[in-house]
């Protein structure tokens, strides 16, 4: 369904994407999982044809994006990070006016804002102001419109920033059936979690360039014997921590100053936790708590990098 192939982009001297490659299947759903600034919403903006690249190819059903925008278009939805919608207008009037840009007729986009409606979970606010929604039922109508065309790729961009836990499940199970159903899917997030529970593959993104690619136990595979520990402490002020790195075993340590918390990158070693403490005690830190958390997606991003996803 893609192929993306060694594609650059940059804004003057700053190279934000760098030879990116990877491709994705008809049915599966991808995820691109990253910090933000990464280079996930660049390298989306040129998949839909909305950036052009300076380098490389990018192909959506053997059709290339450079030379066949149009075709290219009407085979991909789009669901942006920003509301994509006129407030003023119902919820039906816009999803009507994004299907006749898609060049439905108007019988064709009235029956599938009905089907549409149905499956965001809207139908009993269809004739309802967008500027009267939560910030969650804007984000599920702006869904909807990506859809209107029955897309064969949809492409969603950060689609539940900002909002609250319940429509972001609804969004969740929402994007998850529409997957069951057949329609490929690339989800772009810095949640882990959303991610994992989405995606047949992740490419985990950083600094313009994917830096692991496959299915979730795969890339946790990567951290081999690797385990973080998280350290609460009183205090991590003096840099006191930085000597916790040259602790045998000792991966990566990184410290979050708000939290009071070092999470350490550890290799699974019967003595670590203890001298991990000792070192604290002799820096005259209290240590609080400690937890121990199995490898996943942020600890093998946090071994690869020295960085939290969410930082």
Not at 179 to 201: F, K, P, Q, W
Not at 256 to 283: F, G, Q, R, Y
Request: aromatic residues 6%; neutral net charge.
């Amino acid at each position: 369904m893609l192929e993306v192939k060694e594609v650059k982009k940059s804004f003057g001297k700053n190279v934000v994407v760098e030879g990116v490659s990877f491709s994705v299947k008809k049915g599966e759903s991808f995820g691109l999982l990253g910090p933000n600034g990464a280079g996930k919403s660049t390298t989306i903006a040129m998949i839909c044809g909305l950036l052009p690249y300076e380098a490389g190819e990018i192909l959506i059903n053997g059709l290339s994006v450079r030379r066949e925008p149009r075709k290219v278009k009407k085979k991909i939805g789009i669901v942006p990070q920003e509301i994509a919608l006129y407030p003023t207008m119902s919820a039906v009037d816009n999803l009507l006016f994004w299907a006749r840009m898609y060049g439905l007729t108007r019988v064709q986009a009235k029956k599938r804002a009905e089907v549409v409606l149905e499956i965001v979970g809207l139908r009993d606010r269809a004739k309802h102001k967008i500027e009267t929604f939560s910030g969650g039922m804007k984000r599920r109508i702006n869904i909807g419109a990506a859809l209107m065309h029955e897309p064969e790729l949809l492409i969603m961009d950060e689609p539940t920033v900002g909002i609250d836990p319940q429509s972001r499940n609804h969004i969740l199970e929402t994007v998850k059936k529409l997957n069951a159903d057949g329609m490929t899917v690339i989800y772009t997030s810095h949640y882990m979690e959303e991610v994992e529970y989405l995606c047949d593959r992740i490419g985990i993104v950083d600094e313009g360039k994917i830096i692991a690619l496959g299915r979730k136990g795969e890339l946790c595979d990567l951290l081999t014997d690797g385990i973080v520990i998280i350290l609460h402490v009183d205090s991590i002020e003096g840099n006191w921590f930085k000597e916790l790195e040259h602790i045998a075993n000792v991966d990566k340590v990184v410290a979050n100053s708000e939290k009071n918390t070092l999470e350490i990158v550890v290799n699974n070693h019967p003595n670590i936790v203890s001298d991990i403490i000792s070192c604290a005690v002799k820096a005259n830190v209290k240590v609080l708590a400690f937890e121990r958390k199995e490898p996943n997606l942020e600890s093998l991003f946090l071994q690869l990098t020295g960085r939290s996803l969410r930082d």
